[in-house]
């Protein structure tokens, strides 16, 4: 009994290029039992192989009668038949003038003719078009299907030979015209001015896909330039529709959740503390000549702002900064100290040191350390950006406040 991964790996090594049995297959297959035959013959007529290795040996023998056609009209064409001699000859003649008018072509058939005498014709552009045309029904055709240089017979040549040449010049317009753009602008657009360029109709048809994988890593790739330019046309609603409740908590860091609580309950207790004073505070009356003395108001205490938690990071080419940014910018500090700076430029205070050991230096580690102390974490990183990314959110949940 074979395993389901050696049937797999025989199945996809059945059918040859030619659209027949490997040779491969059949050698392993002969030397099975007769049970482990019968399960590789039988998955074979399951998934439907049978059908598809007969298409496929019928497009390659479709493949090879066309390769032999046009051969034969590369070697029709390349043959000197103009030269002295064939100048002087007299074109053979045939007695019955009627028998054209008997002979049909097929379509496929004239088609194949006006290849033949279009490529003489780039070949040979001297002698008249009727004398190719008649020669090359003397080379394509045998004697008893030659037609007659009527008009029947040169209308669909010349129809065919026409629209061959109209769709050449096309083709060496569309050369020119290139060209001639590249020549005049010298160079490619640039990525910023290629993003400038596109209408809020044309961003809009990526909409539902950034839209779904706007904080993926397949939307990390394009460009911040083109980012920044679909949300100012991206609503956020459309952005957090996309998730629930708790997922949008859960992409929050804690902190910033209690600090704007707070802010919110501070706000209500002052509101709540200036009505009572304002409600205990007597109004003095119009026609009385000493105003009462006035109580001060109660100091209320300012609210306490959490700050955001400083995270430093070494190693970040400056495109990997602004996604790095993009993602976090709203919970945390972010400073990025690249190699031009040294290695001892990490400023003090903070509460996250990443080293991203592939492209900071060996030695910035050892500084790296030095500084993270009194509660800061420090992490050595060798992946890539989207752990990056993972690494810093879990320390600063798991960090501890300062």
């Given at each position: 009994?074979?395993?389901?991964?050696?049937?797999?790996?025989?199945?996809?090594?059945?059918i040859a290029k030619n659209g027949k049995t490997n040779a491969n297959f059949s050698k392993?297959?002969?030397?099975?039992?007769?049970?482990?035959?019968?399960?590789?013959?039988?998955?074979?007529?399951?998934?439907?192989?049978?059908?598809?290795?007969?298409?496929?040996?019928?497009?390659?023998?479709?493949?090879?009668?066309?390769?032999?056609?046009?051969?034969?009209?590369?070697?029709?064409?390349?043959?000197?038949?103009?030269?002295?001699?064939?100048?002087?000859?007299?074109?053979?003649?045939?007695?019955?003038?009627?028998?054209?008018?008997?002979?049909?072509?097929?379509?496929?058939?004239?088609?194949?003719?006006?290849?033949?005498?279009?490529?003489?014709?780039?070949?040979?552009?001297?002698?008249?078009?009727?004398?190719?045309?008649?020669?090359?029904?003397?080379?394509?055709?045998?004697?008893?299907?030659?037609?007659?240089?009527?008009?029947?017979?040169?209308?669909?040549?010349?129809?065919?030979?026409?629209?061959?040449?109209?769709?050449?010049?096309?083709?060496?317009?569309?050369?020119?015209?290139?060209?001639?753009?590249?020549?005049?602008?010298?160079?490619?657009?640039?990525?910023?001015?290629?993003?400038?360029?596109?209408?809020?109709?044309?961003?809009?048809?990526?909409?539902?896909?950034?839209?779904?994988?706007?904080?993926?890593?397949?939307?990390?790739?394009?460009?911040?330039?083109?980012?920044?330019?679909?949300?100012?046309?991206?609503?956020?609603?459309?952005?957090?529709a996309h998730y629930t409740p708790d997922e949008l908590l859960g992409s929050i860091d804690?902190?910033?959740?209690?600090?704007r609580a707070a802010e919110g309950l501070t706000e209500t207790w002052m509101l709540k503390?200036?009505?009572?004073?304002?409600?205990?505070?007597?109004?003095?009356?119009?026609?009385?000549?000493?105003?009462?003395?006035?109580?001060?108001?109660?100091?209320?205490?300012?609210?306490?702002?959490?700050?955001?938690?400083?995270?430093?990071?070494?190693?970040?080419?400056?495109?990997?900064?602004?996604?790095?940014?993009?993602?976090?910018?709203?919970?945390?500090?972010?400073?990025?100290?690249?190699?031009?700076?040294?290695?001892?430029?990490?400023?003090?205070?903070?509460?996250?040191?990443?080293?991203?050991?592939?492209?900071?230096?060996?030695?910035?580690?050892?500084?790296?350390?030095?500084?993270?102390?009194?509660?800061?974490?420090?992490?050595?990183?060798?992946?890539?950006?989207?752990?990056?990314?993972?690494?810093?959110?879990?320390?600063?949940?798991?960090?501890?406040?300062?």
């Amino acid at each position: 009994m074979l395993l389901p991964e050696q049937v797999e790996s025989l199945l996809r090594i059945y059918i040859a290029k030619n659209g027949k049995t490997n040779a491969n297959f059949s050698k392993q297959v002969n030397k099975m039992s007769d049970g482990d035959k019968k399960q590789v013959l039988d998955a074979v007529k399951a998934q439907g192989l049978l059908e598809r290795q007969a298409a496929v040996r019928r497009n390659y023998e479709a493949s090879q009668r066309k390769a032999e056609e046009d051969s034969k009209i590369l070697r029709l064409s390349k043959e000197e038949v103009f030269d002295d001699e064939l100048d002087n000859e007299e074109v053979e003649e045939e007695d019955d003038h009627s028998s054209s008018k008997r002979i049909r072509y097929t379509d496929a058939e004239w088609d194949n003719l006006a290849n033949i005498i279009f490529q003489m014709r780039q070949r040979h552009p001297l002698p008249p078009l009727i004398r190719l045309i008649t020669r090359a029904i003397q080379q394509t055709f045998p004697a008893n299907r030659r037609r007659k240089n009527s008009d029947a017979t040169l209308r669909p040549i010349l129809e065919r030979i026409a629209q061959k040449e109209k769709d050449q010049q096309s083709q060496l317009a569309t050369y020119h015209r290139y060209k001639q753009t590249i020549d005049t602008q010298g160079r490619l657009p640039s990525q910023e001015e290629l993003v400038a360029s596109l209408t809020d109709e044309e961003l809009s048809g990526y909409k539902e896909r950034l839209t779904a994988e706007i904080y993926q890593e397949a939307a990390t790739n394009p460009p911040p330039e083109l980012l920044e330019k679909i949300f100012e046309i991206l609503p956020v609603s459309e952005v957090v529709a996309h998730y629930t409740p708790d997922e949008l908590l859960g992409s929050i860091d804690l902190s910033i959740i209690v600090g704007r609580a707070a802010e919110g309950l501070t706000e209500t207790w002052m509101l709540k503390g200036l009505q009572s004073v304002l409600a205990a505070t007597p109004i003095p009356k119009p026609h009385a000549t000493k105003h009462p003395a006035q109580s001060k108001p109660p100091a209320i205490p300012s609210p306490t702002r959490i700050r955001k938690p400083r995270v430093a990071i070494l190693g970040c080419l400056p495109n990997q900064q602004n996604i790095i940014r993009e993602r976090l910018k709203d919970r945390a500090e972010l400073t990025f100290v690249e190699k031009s700076r040294g290695d001892n430029a990490i400023p003090d205070g903070q509460d996250v040191i990443l080293h991203w050991a592939r492209f900071a230096r060996h030695s910035a580690q050892k500084y790296a350390t030095e500084k993270a102390k009194d509660g800061c974490i420090l992490i050595v990183h060798h992946g890539g950006i989207s752990k990056i990314i993972e690494k810093i959110e879990d320390a600063l949940k798991n960090r501890t406040p300062r």
